[in-house]
Structures are given as C-alpha cells and as structure tokens.
C-alpha cells in the first residue's frame, strides 16, 4: 500500500466518514419474466433522485472523466440487496458536459433487487450460487460480492428474491488519486472462501475508465460460476428509443427465445431501436454469433448527439443478453469463471467514452 491510499473498513465493523473526507465509509423466458418484473417492483421506497445524496459515496476524477459511485455499507449502503455486488456502483460519468449510465428504477429501496445504477455487476445468474444445492432450508450459501446468505424453503434460487444475509461480507476500500478499490475476503461454512477486489481507475490520457476484478478461492471447494455487469445505461439521461443502436464486431443474430417487444430489428453488425419501450414492457434478447475473443466488445450509440460508450473486457463471452426496460440501454455480456481452490482470476472491462 503506498502512502496515498487511504484504507478503511464497511459492513458488519464499518468506520463512518466525517462529510469532507476523500475516502467514505462506507436470462430463457422465466429469466425475462423476472427481468419484466423490475418495472414494478415493490417495497418502501425514497426518490432515486435524492438517493444520490443521502447515500454513502465518492468521486472519482481527472482532467477527462469525473465518475461518481456509490460504496458498500451494510447499514447505510445505496445497494443491500442480494443479487448484485455492492461494490464500485458507478452511477454516472461525465465527459464534455455529457452523462453516461443512470438509476434504473424512479423511486429506490435499497433491499430490492433491481433498485441500482450504471455498472452493477453480478455473480453467479446462469450458474447457481456457491452452496445454494446442497444447502437445506434454513441452512446457509454464499454471494459473491455480497455474503452469506440463508435459504428459506425448497424452492429454486431466484435472483429476485430476497434472502436472509446471515454475515455480510467486510469491504476494505483504499483511494487512490484517480482510482478506488474496494476488497473483500470472505469465509463460510462448508469449505467456501474468497478473496475478492475490484479496482477502478482512469486512463491518464484518455477518456477511459477500467474496472479490473481479481477473485481467488481461499477454500477447500472449487469455485464455479459466472460473472456480467448490466450496465444499466443511458445517455444524457435520454430514454432508449430510435436514435440508438448497440454495435458489435461480429454479425448478431436473436435466440430463439428473444423477446424483442417490437421495439428492436438486427441491421447488419448492430442491433437498432425503431421506437421506445413502452411502460410496463421490456425488450431481452440473448444474442449469438460471438466466436472469439475480440467479441466482446460493444459499442453503445446515440446517433443524434454522436456520443457513444464502448465496453470490452479481456475474456470471451460466455453469453451475451440485451435488455431495455424503464429506458436504459443493457448491454450484458457474461464471462465464465472456474476456479480450483487456491487459484485466481483477473478480468477487467475497459469503457471508452466518445463525444464531439
């Protein structure tokens, strides 16, 4: 650690922040359905608007990029659901008096799945999560990214239901001039264990941020899973409509099962709207025609204003899903990890931002 950062722990032995301080304390049909149901999700709920003040966060900036997100607080956290990683929720990015990424959802309850922002990142959707199918009702299985947690009954995992966080995960943060990593190291009954760290920084010349993830397993079990970032996205705040398009290296082509809602139509290397997703409907469309490496980059733009954001991260694609619904643009593409125990993988996305 050199002498700049500045650590401090969040969760269950948080140290709070006095208000000027640089460092705060802290997808098949079925999986359409549940994503459908983000549009109405329920609970007691605050203005997203005035989340973005009341919550534990922090600024991260250069002479290019400012970003701005929120940290994880088990207490006093933006996001205590258990779906997403708590960790490095960018909500916004500002380049050339544009903005990138939003809240996804207008009113906001910190205990629900969907209520996030920007580049939520979450392990374990296709695959299930470490313990969940051997553990009984009442017994406990573990989140990546958020802790351990209790299953309830018999019934199957889903990743909109709310579980019981029986210990949630300790977060280390450290600041960094223009980076900030959060880490955790997590241990859990039945041999699950891990250590997890997420860095986000910007490029020095370049209107660039880089989100890079190291895990390594620290138990007994091997660790299988996957890991994506939804990327709740838009642009200027303006909802997804006919002026966008999401372009990819390679030719896409709809799955079977894609829903489109009549809003979206394949042109060439691009998917493109004709029109705006109506309340209450949401476009999700797996994609297939990715075969190397260099697919896994996406290029989200907005023809009219000539912005763009470019996501690629440095492992194939596993999977690749589209959604839109409350008019963000989510681009998700998944990757694959498995890990041996004491072995350790590194990924990292790259967002390249483009404005006249």
């Known amino acids: 650690m050199n002498s700049n950062e500045k650590p401090f722990l969040v969760g269950s032995s948080r140290l709070k922040p006095k208000a000027k301080t640089t460092v705060a304390t802290t997808s098949s049909v079925l999986l359409f359905a549940f994503c459908l149901s983000a549009v109405t999700s329920q609970g007691q709920t605050q203005p997203a608007a005035s989340g973005r003040a009341a919550f534990p966060q922090e600024t991260v900036q250069n002479k290019l990029l400012r970003v701005h997100l929120y940290l994880p607080d088990a207490q006093e956290g933006y996001y205590r659901g258990t779906r997403f990683d708590w ?77 019981q966080i029986t210990k ?34 910007l490029d020095a010349d370049a209107p660039a941020l880089r989100i890079k993830r190291v895990l390594k397993n620290t138990g007994t079990r091997p660790i299988k899973t996957d890991h994506y970032g939804h990327n709740f996205l838009r642009i200027d705040d303006a909802p997804a409509g006919a002026n966008h398009a999401i372009e990819f290296p390679f030719k896409p082509s709809f799955s079977k099962d894609a829903q489109t809602a009549g809003c979206v139509s394949i042109e060439g290397n691009a998917l493109v709207f004709h029109k705006e997703v109506g309340p ?31 996501i690629e991260t440095d492992r194939p694609l596993s999977r690749l899903v589209f959604y839109s619904s409350n008019g963000a643009l989510c681009p998700e593409p998944f990757v694959e990890i498995d890990l041996a125990s004491g072995e350790t993988a590194t990924w990292t996305t790259t967002y390249r931002f483009e404005a006249p």
């Open 168 to 201: 949630p995960g300790d977060w280390k943060i450290s600041r960094r001039p223009e980076a900030i990593e959060f880490s955790q190291s997590l241990e859990a009954p039945g041999g699950w264990a891990y250590d997890y760290s997420k860095t986000i920084s």
């Open 280 to 310: 209450g409907k949401a476009v999700w469309v797996p994609l297939e025609g990715f075969r190397s490496l260099e697919d896994n980059r996406i290029r989200v733009v907005d023809r009219r204003t000539k912005t763009a954001v470019t």
């Open 87 to 163: 960790s490095g929720l960018i909500s916004r990015v500002e380049y050339r008096g544009h903005s990138f990424f939003s809240e996804f959802n207008k009113e906001h309850n910190p205990l629900n799945h969907d209520d996030v922002c920007g580049t939520a990142e979450e392990f374990s959707m296709t695959t299930l999560p470490l313990g969940f199918k051997e553990a009984r009702p009442g017994e406990t299985f573990v989140k990546i990214g958020v802790g351990v947690l209790r299953r309830g009954d018999v019934s199957a995992y889903g990743f909109a239901k709310k579980y």
